[in-house]
């Protein structure tokens, strides 16, 4: 925290390598309540290592990570979600400061670009990404052996960048020691290799396609118990990220409604709501209508909240690279 209280605001530190005519990109703290990029960051700064190629490390939300209690706020109460700013507009403070990190990337030709993330729920590492190339599984599998193929316009920061080798890491649970190593493993792998995109690199991560996320619906709120609260429009089962990657068979519980219509929507790539499709009301009792495949669920009442409750991969998608 120290390190950065010096920084102040955002900053890209640039380190020379052994092969100065080429470029890897380090983007971390997007978030400021998901830190374990950044600590990875901090980490590989202290020790005497030497990167193969040049690199530019680019700390972003700075100020929402420094906002008390400290790696506590996504984005600054008020604020727009940073990753959520890359394809404009780039008129408020969230929005100059997606430009100048898309500035800074592109003022020089990069090889590659990771952007590290943590979840809000249980997960195992995974990567996101536009296309599911042999290079980005590749940079995936620096880091575990799952890669959901996002057809998704968010504004999130690998959109905007359609001609570099780009993905999202999701490296593990904010908090968790084990995330934090999971960020250190595959930095300094994607640091310290001279070749990143060997024949081979890749083979065994699983490709997940065509996420959807489930939101609230606009003007519900939400708790997240292992009881229903019938003051509450939706209350989600407290344990319910421990499915996150796994088939949900039809019937499984999700939590409990207190009005008889669906609380959720479930946006496709078209933006077309289908949540009729996936789940259905038993009473109080929000269910699964068919089986689905959950990830990133959270159990983060504001996360879900502002952004959203999970995302679905249809079974019938999963297929291995």
């Not at 190593?181 to 997940?208: C, D, N, P, S, W």
């Not at 939400?222 to 009881?227: A, C, T, V």
Request: proline residues 7%.
């Amino acid at each position: 925290m120290r390190f950065l209280e010096w920084l102040g605001d955002a900053a890209a530190v640039r380190v020379s390598g052994r092969d100065s005519s080429r470029l890897r990109i380090v983007v971390t703290l997007l978030h400021g309540n998901e830190p374990s990029g950044f600590r990875a960051v901090h980490a590989w700064l202290r020790e005497p290592s030497e990167p193969a190629v040049d690199a530019l490390l680019i700390i972003a939300n700075v100020e929402a990570a420094l906002t008390p209690p400290g790696f506590a706020h996504r984005m600054l109460p008020g604020r727009r979600d940073l990753n959520r700013c890359f394809l404009g507009p780039f008129d408020d403070p969230d929005g100059a400061l997606a430009r100048e990190i898309l500035d800074a990337i592109g003022a020089r030709k990069a090889e590659a670009l990771i952007d590290l993330h943590n979840n809000t729920g249980h997960n195992p590492s995974y990567g996101v990404g536009i296309e599911p190339s042999p290079a980005a599984l590749a940079l995936v599998s620096l880091f575990g052996r799952r890669f959901v193929w996002s057809h998704l316009q968010l504004g999130a920061l690998m959109e905007a960048l359609p001609d570099l080798c780009s993905v999202t890491i999701e490296v593990g649970r904010s908090g968790d020691p084990r995330a934090d190593a999971v960020a250190l493993t595959g930095l300094h792998r994607f640091l310290g290799r001279e070749e990143l995109f060997e024949e081979g690199e890749g083979e065994q991560v699983a490709v997940l396609s065509m996420p959807m996320r489930v939101c609230l619906r606009p003007g519900l709120d939400l708790l997240i118990s292992d009881d229903p609260d019938p003051a509450v429009d939706l209350t989600l089962l407290a344990d319910l990220d421990r499915h996150n990657f796994e088939r949900m068979e039809t019937g499984t519980p999700i939590g409990w409604c207190r009005m008889p219509e669906l609380p959720v929507e479930l946006i496709d790539e078209a933006g077309h709501d289908r949540a009729s499709e996936y789940f259905e009301l038993d009473g109080p009792e929000l269910r699964t209508r068919k089986p689905l495949v959950p990830i990133m669920i959270t159990t983060d009442p504001k996360a879900a909240m502002s952004d959203c409750l999970f995302y679905v991969v249809q079974e019938a998608a999963l297929e291995r690279s």
